[in-house]
Each structure stands twice: as C-alpha cells, then as structure tokens.
Nanobody, 114 residues
Framework: VQFVESGGGLVQPGGSLRLSCTASGDTFQTFTVGWYRQLPGKQRDLLAHITPLGLTSHRQAVRDRFTISRDDAKTTMYLDMNDLKPDDTGVYYC?????????WGQGTQVTVSS
C-alpha cells in the first residue's frame, strides 16, 4: 500500500484546511489508519486514527478542532482541520496504526501564519 497525502498549504490563524490521504491497493478498508504530524524539530506523533468500523480517536490537543474520517469506496482518509493555530505548523502524514516504516509517504506541509 502506498499513501499519498495532499491538501496542505499556507493558512492564516483561525483558518481551515482539509487534508486527504489516498491509498493504493485494495486492503485499505480492513485496517486502522491514522494521521501523524511532525512539528518542526520534533518526532512524528500520531494525531488521530480511525478503525475499519469508523471509530475515531483524536489527540487531546486537537480533539475540538480536527476531525478524521474515511471513505473506503475511494480508499481515502481525510482530516478536517478548523481554527488552525501557528502551533499546528508541520508536516502531516498518513499511515497504518501502528505505523509501518515502508508505508510513509512524502507528507503534506501545513503552515499557519499571518
């Protein structure tokens, strides 16, 4: 499976973005997948994940602002991000949960700045 992230960009504080993660292959729907974030100078951390049944979990820091979802028919996962803050600036990746080293993609850069 290969993951391709998209949707990042430059946004002002308080703005919104929708990230997309499209997976190749036909096994996407059977796995728990998640969004990971790498802040500048920090390690890559799991931000939110979603199970095959659609159960979700979000890191507390983003729980009220970010929403993970999936469309298995499109083998695509989304991250809707609202009320973005400068501290959300970083590179966002998707992967299985737990992550598999061979499945990391290029990520998508999110920059929150005025």
């Amino acid at each position: 499976v290969q993951f391709v992230e998209s949707g990042g960009g430059l946004v002002q504080p308080g703005g919104s973005l929708r990230l997309s993660c499209t997976a190749s292959g036909d096994t996407f729907q059977t796995f728990t997948v998640g969004w990971y974030r790498q802040l500048p100078g920090k390690q890559r951390d799991l931000l939110a994940h979603i199970t095959p049944l659609g159960l979700t979990s979000h890191r507390q820091a983003v729980r009220d602002r970010f929403t993970i979802s999936r469309d298995d028919a499109k083998t695509t996962m989304y991250l809707d991000m609202n009320d973005l803050k400068p501290d959300d600036t970083g590179v966002y990746y998707c992967n299985f949960v737990p992550a598999r080293a061979e499945n990391w993609g290029q990520g998508t850069q999110v920059t929150v700045s005025s």
